[in-house]
């Protein structure tokens, strides 16, 4: 088809505001999926997605619209909301040349829409926006209108309204897309560039990569070269999402569509990577990626030492699918060889953890997640710290600096008061507040991400009644009075319960963890000494009474002497069994440090 009569383009927004519902509506109106086939949230196939109600992965679909009396290719990429996944948000729209940002005409302009208006805007996209909901009671599109305008400097006065659940004005949107959103500037006659903006694998057919043509035709039996990793593979198919993988001749530039070639090493992809005709014209490579930079880390541990290469094939094949996610092996004393990963925030380590163990079949212990920590050495030299148990002695550096997040809230006026009271007991610093309209405003606030990992989100939707919603973004490191918080078990220092605090907390979250351990971990036939401490001095202690047997139970009538003798028997074997007894810690005795502090 000719590049002029395509368009690639993303539905962007935040969380609920109907992407996909209205990903739904475009399949049905163009005909891509017969009815007997059509079912809520098609595009979210995985089993996590449809359960939780949430996108996790960016899908991609071509369809086919009528407009003038011509056809036109339409190439949509689904993305998620969560600001955990702004990644794929990220990658996506590298493969786009518009995008639609659906604004919820109840809700209103929320944190997630702000971030991802501005990735797009700073990618470079044409940016479309659509009201959603517009057939609900209580919308509100003329108001929302002017909070898009005002919060985002995007012309809104002519906005699409649209219904995605019953399908009203989702044609007008289609017609929009042709009308407003540049066709691609690929060069078919051009030498061949290829951008990998997604891989998946698959079972019986390798690695499967999802494929941006910028330049070039891509044709089957093809020879085409990896530029990053140097591999060269043969173009076994090629072909489109129709939302079914349905294989094409050739792909010509601007289309997105998929590439098998019976890649089996999963090491061999590289998103981001460029791909080229093998032994063809020398082209640049194309931009790719950045990194992601990843600041919640997790130790995972297999429960049975003899899982630990099954983990790390599991780790292999998630990472491919998921690459703003990463894995190293690390050793604990307490709880053997496991892998340190990083994520892009907590909910974001929950769905790997999931998917590990649904899709995987693995049994494993989590250590709780902390963030990444910069030292500061006396020559002036920095080190990344990504685990308290990899914290040196305070006298090995100079200063100990913790990331700091621009947190940015938006709520109803009459929840100030209480967020601001919220952050600031979080060491938030006061940045900026902006009214977006009379009822709601935005509040700026700089905030240590290890305080926002836990529970701030919790009591941000607690105290604003559901209503708040925030975005954050690290922005630095900053030094601060922070300090090594150890966890003893029986006198042995367990790395994976240790933390990273502020001096002024560590009392009360040392006595805080200790409370929460006595409940989890269950009672042995010795006792269980507990005890929080920063280097050599101990904060709190708690006590997990020894489980006594009635060893005088069979002893009735008669001497108490044989009683006697038998207890101190017993006293005996306890005292033995306390110099040499190992203490269970289960998995929910870690996962219950994740509930942060009861503030």
Known sequence: MDPKHTRNFSIIAHIDHGKSTLADRILELTGAVEEREMHDQLLDDMELERERGITIKARSVTVIHRYQGEDYQLNLIDTPGHVDFSYEVEKSMQACEGAILLVDASQGVEAQTVANAELAIDAGLEVLPVLNKVDLAHARPDEVAEEIEHTLAIEATDALHVSAKTGFGVGAVLDRIIERIPPPAGDPAAPLRVLIFDAVYDEYRGVIVYMRVVD???????????????????????????????????????????????????????????????????????????????????????????????????????????????????????????????????????????????????DMIQTAPSVTYKIVLADGTEQIVRSPGALPAPDKFEQLCEPIARLSMILPTEFIGSIMQISSDHRGVFVRQDHISQTRVQLVYDVPLAEIMYDFYDKLKSATRGFGTLNYDVTGYKADDLVKLTILVNGDEVDALSSIVHRSRADARGRTTLKKLRKEIPRHLFEVRLQAAIGGKILARENIAALRKDVTAKCYGGDISRKRKLLEKQKKGKRRMRQVGNVDIPQKAFLSLLGGDDR
């Open 216 to 362: 070039g035709t891509i044709r089957k039996r093809d020879t085409v070269a990896m530029l990053g990793t140097g591999k060269v593979y043969e173009a076994v198919e090629i072909g489109r999402f129709c939302p079914k993988m349905t294989p094409s001749p050739e792909l010509q530039a601007g289309e997105v569509g998929y590439f098998v070639s019976n890649i089996k090493q999963l090491g061999d992809v590289r998103i981001g990577d460029t791909m080229a005709i093998h032994k063809g014209p020398e082209v640049a490579m194309l931009p790719g990626y950045q990194l992601p930079k990843h600041m919640v880390f997790a130790d995972f541990y297999p429960t049975s030492p003899g899982d630990y290469v099954t983990m790390r094939d599991a780790l292999d094949t998630l990472a491919l699918t998921d690459s703003s996610f990463s894995f190293e092996p690390v050793t604990s004393d307490a709880l053997g060889f496991g892998y340190r990963c990083g994520f892009l925030g907590l909910l974001h380590m929950e769905i790997i953890q999931q998917r590990l163990e649904r899709e995987h079949d693995l």
